[in-house]
């Protein structure tokens, strides 16, 4: 078994405010020039995600040793994503294109890029790990690991180019539909993920994720449900799910919750506050239109009273698509008003 690698060497996004989960294409096997499907029975399937490499100078191209690590079926794994988009995070990234394929027990997934944009030291071990969710991994997940490869470490300021990990040993998760992501670890901990996504290279911002039949399950719907929790929102007749985290110097990372005056939550069909730490004090407000009469899409409005980092999620659970919004740690939060925000009907 070999890993096929290909030094190309690309650039990395720079560290940006705003910043979305912007797979921006959906590729079905057969449009990928990466590599063909695995055509192994009815439990398979194809798929990949791009998103736009800018160049950044002073990067080093190295290439990793891959060894790829036995999973036991049914193997879970818990793990908590305290920042999102990972550009503002931890300084390792997964860059550019992803794609993965699996059928008949086997896998074979890919990644274009992994960077360490730290600016000294080497990270710990690297991890890149195949898994299966219930939904889009945010906040604090569990998750389904269906494979995972060691990549050993990086020195800062460099990056693992072309990974893929060839055909590996796969295990299926229980019968269901499931997003699938890559996600990678350092030393255990939460370094990035990206979940594979279709949507429009028009609208790079604008990700629908996709959901796959495994273990046997016949097919799957794109369509999801909105349930109201301790920190989601369901707005627009519970069309849209809002979901918020945060991290800052005193507390680190958390997952916003959704505030309540005398016991009543601060949620209507429009609009939902949060807090971070502190139940009486408000931090975040978000509002979604629908302004479908006269446009073509639904609005989203933003603004808050907080200079922590913090990133608003917007699930359009009718449709799929998705969309994130982010303020970095020290910057005071500026207004958002996006009226292209997610498409109508």
Known sequence: MSARYVSIVKGLHKLGVVAALTASCLLIAGADAMSAPMAWGSDAASASGWSAVRPAAGMRSVHPTLVPRFTPAGAIGTITRPVTPSTVGTGILIEGGIHFSYGGGQTDYFASIIADQRASGTTGD???HLIATTNPP????SYYDLASADLGTLDAGTEFDSLDTGEIAFAKPPSGCY?????LLEDGHFADVRTFSSGSSAAPEVTGYSIFPMGGAPSCSTNTSCTRTSNGACVISSRFQVTAIYDNANTGAGVGQVLSFNGTRAESDESVFYYFTDPSNFELGVKVLDACAFSSNFWVFIGGLTNQYWVVDILDTATGNHKSY????????V???????????
Do not use: R
């Open 179 to 183: 997003y699938v992501s890559e996600l």
């Open 335 to 345: 207004t958002v008003a996006d009226t292209a925000a997610l498409p109508c009907p």
């Open 326 to 333: 982010g303020n970095a740690l020290g910057n005071l939060t």
């Open 126 to 128: 690297l991890v890149l």
């Open 138 to 141: 945010a906040g604090t997940f």
